[in-house]
């Protein structure tokens, strides 16, 4: 029983979600002392009742913009949506009566608020919470009531919501980035476990299960990366503040840390599919897959112990398995050096076990009091020093992903006021409601915003119908109505579809509190909810539309240069000795970003029409090469160290720049001479036979890399991408 309920407590205590569904649970019941002491504030002509649902509104659109920032950055992000929400809330007031002048006003300020974003990252939701609170207005349009007392409610509300947030995190700033990081760990021990497989016997050696684990791993890094970003945009905002800051230095080591594995655990230092060849009667590689198993659950293990604020315990079966690996390995030596083959094999064996071994030392470097490097600021911030309306100008371009939002998001609203006007829909914010959340930047996010918004609001409906025929106590509703707002937070990062069931209950509990005409809207909520959609998925098609293929060419040419960038930090480090400074942190990160960048819009890809999906087969080995580009780098950066007398190595030192130029020219195959190509290639085997040790294993990945950044050539001659200029 105490092992059921250990997990859920945890849960209550660090999860940000339950957290942000407390704090509006909480703000939502104290508007309701309003009515409870029978108050009547003058400035108001509405009943108290309206009063507290109006401030819920307020309360509602303030936590789904929220920030996640240093309190100073806290207090102007709240400053800014008050003077948008109630600019906003005031426009829809003086407007509503006039439809053509409506129109035209959502359809420019709409546009404003959405180019709001590029400011910032924060201002993006500044923008979408203007609109929303706009919509809100709508719902709670009161016509007898002044034209000033809604857009106060809600501001007010957010006001409310705000202070309550502020003084809430500030008793814990590191909440959120504690969960982050541990949520982190997690992605890397599922990435790790994941990995094992490639040294199963059943899975590692069948060509077709190599090829779906490679797929898993793509998908883990995607989530890897987001995770990685999120922690690095929170440790930024937080170091900041000029401030002793203890905790934030322990956190930001174990973000060094993540990132550090991270390059380890994606390296590939050999032909999996090979390794069954030369050992796969010797039972070595079953060690390998239990071992990766064992790190894969000390990382759990790390991310649990940051998520519940305990001290790391590294586990001493880890350090057992790998010293009964180690002398697995050395047995194995000596019988190959007996027989004299697979020279190459058991060299890349060697070095997969070293690289796994050092991921084992940093984990035990996480207790250590070691001072490392802050955080760099991103690109970003640098952007910040221009004046507002300059970035502002210089997105107003069609080649602008915000731009390309900004009308599509503004053009559906206007038309979806338009559809509502035509018909007299008497509740059609629904519609308005629809494409604000459904309308996304890509085909493939639309189309699954689309389903779980369906799903959600007639599984929200179907639930809410038999609520509202047997409740008719205010009381109850208003607590039904609240808990709703809680369950739609817990929910809203996670499980979308879970929580367009809680807020299309939360929408119908204010609308019968208002009216107490929550049953008769049912129908119309349904119809408008498919309109809305029908809207949404129109103006993703034919407004700039943004099909994936055409982003691949600017995707691969951006992955290649940051690849060539980083193979070049990483073979200077082979002569000047190991370093994480900055400048190598950040190119390390941009080229993974990259990475999982491309992997990520193959993926929407499959999600668009048939028809928009060209070269499907080509592309996907494109993006296929280009991640293994990517791992043997990083095998290659996980063995970095000061070589002796690199200098005076000529032979090494001309595979390292031929090497780069093959990376360089591999997003130019018009510039490739092939008969200079051809003599790069074949220099790999001709050093080979007067290489040995080290130099031969740093030769045999510089190969590896070479070859691939070939077949990418070759490959991107086949796809023949359409010029952009994008």
């Known amino acids: ?49 309206n009063l507290s649902i109006s401030l819920c509104l307020g309360v509602m659109a303030s936590a789904i913009v929220e920030n996640d920032d240093n309190h100073i950055g806290r207090r102007k992000f709240l400053f800014a949506i008050l003077a948008c929400f109630f600019v906003a809330s005031s426009s829809v007031e003086l407007l509503m009566p006039y439809p053509i002048f409506f129109a035209l006003g959502l359809l420019i300020s709409s546009f404003a608020f959405i180019m709001i974003a590029t400011l910032g990252a924060h201002y993006s939701k500044v923008g979408f919470g203007a609109i929303l609170i706009a919509i809100y207005t709508m719902v709670g349009h009161q016509p007898e009531a002044m034209w000033y007392e809604q857009p106060l409610l809600l501001t ?26 541990a949520q982190l760990f997690f992605t890397l021990s599922r990435y790790q476990q994941q990995k094992s497989a490639l040294f199963n016997e059943v899975e590692g050696y069948n060509q077709q299960a190599l090829y779906a684990i490679r797929q898993q791993l793509a998908i883990h890094n995607i989530s890897i990366m987001a995770r990685l ?148 600021l991103n690109q970003e911030q640098e952007l910040t020093k221009l004046p507002f309306w300059k970035r502002i100008l210089n997105a107003l371009s069609p080649h602008n992903n915000t731009f390309k939002h900004a009308v599509r998001i503004s053009v559906s609203l206007a038309l979806a006021f338009v559809v509502q006007q035509s018909f007299q829909l008497e509740h059609g914010f629904w ?25 959600g609001t007639l599984l929200g409906l179907v639930i809410g119908y038999p609520i509202l025929l047997l409740v008719d106590n205010i009381a109850l509703q208003v607590f039904f109505m609240i808990a709703s707002a809680f369950f739609f937070f817990n929910y809203l990062r996670t499980n979308y579809a879970l929580a367009v069931i809680f807020i299309t209950l939360f929408v119908m509990f204010v609308f019968n509190l208002l009216t107490g005409t929550g049953i008769e809207i049912l129908p119309a909520r349904i119809i408008e909810t498919l309109f809305g959609g029908i809207l949404s998925v129109l103006a993703i098609t034919f407004i700039f539309p943004d099909w994936q293929f055409q982003r691949f060419p600017l995707l691969v040419r951006e992955l290649l240069t940051l690849s060539n960038r980083y ?34 819009a193959w993926q929407s890809m499959l999600f668009e029409p048939t028809s928009k999906q ?10 296929n090469r280009c991640d293994a580009l990517v791992s043997y780098i990083a095998a290659l950066a996980s063995h970095r160290h000061k070589i002796e007398g690199f200098e005076h190595n000529i032979a090494l030192q001309g595979l390292m720049n031929a090497t780069a130029r093959q990376i360089s ?54 796809v023949n991408f359409p010029n952009t200029d994008r």
């Open 1 to 49: 029983m105490n092992n059921a309920i250990s997990p859920m407590l945890r849960r209550l205590v660090s999860d940000s979600n339950i957290h942000v569904g407390v704090r509006v649970f909480i703000a939502m019941i104290i508007t309701f002392f309003i009515p409870i002491a029978n108050i009547a504030p003058t400035l108001f002509t509405q009943p108290s009742l």
């Open 156 to 181: 007010f509300g957010a006001l409310w919501y705000g202070l309550f947030s502020m003084v809430w995190n500030f008793y814990n700033p590191h909440r959120s980035l504690r969960e982050q990081l």
């Open 229 to 376: 970003q999120q922690s690095q945009n929170i440790i930024q905002s937080r170091m900041q503040i000029r401030q002793k800051q203890d905790e934030l230095k322990s956190l930001n080591q174990l973000y060094i840390i993540a990132e550090q594995i991270h390059e380890r655990i994606s390296a590939s230092q050999y032909l999996y599919s090979q390794l069954e060849n030369s050992f796969g009667k010797s039972q070595i590689l079953e060690g390998y897959h239990l071992l990766l198993l064992e790190l894969s659950e000390n990382c759990y293990q790390l991310g649990s112990a940051i998520n519940d604020k305990k001290v790391y315990q590294h586990t001493r079966r880890l350090s057992w398995t790998i010293k009964a690996l180690a002398d697995q390995l050395a047995l194995l030596k000596q019988k190959m050096q007996l027989v004299g083959d697979n020279h190459e094999a058991m060299l890349a064996l060697q070095a997969i076990y070293d690289n796994i071994k050092g991921i084992d030392t940093l984990l035990k470097t996480v207790n250590s009091n070691n001072e490392l490097a802050v955080i760099s």
């Open 431 to 455: 519609l308005l409601l629809t494409v604000l959340f459904v309308c996304q930047p890509s085909f493939s996010e639309t189309r699954k915003r689309l389903i779980q918004r369906i799903l």
């Open 567 to 600: 193979f070049n930090l990483v073979s200077n480090q082979y002569q000047y000795g190991r370093s994480e400074n900055l400048h190598y942190r950040i190119t390390r990160f941009q080229t993974f970003l990259a990475d999982a960048t491309l992997a990520s």
């Open 614 to 623: 060209q070269l499907n087969r080509e592309v996907y080995a494109l993006v």
């Open 665 to 718: 020219l591999a997003y130019d195959p018009q510039g490739i001479d092939q008969a200079q190509l051809m003599i790069t290639i074949e220099e790999f085997e001709n050093y080979k036979p007067t290489l040995s040790g080290e130099a031969l294993l740093i030769v045999e990945q510089l190969r590896l890399i070479a070859f691939t950044a070939l077949d990418i050539q070759v490959l991107l001659q086949k």
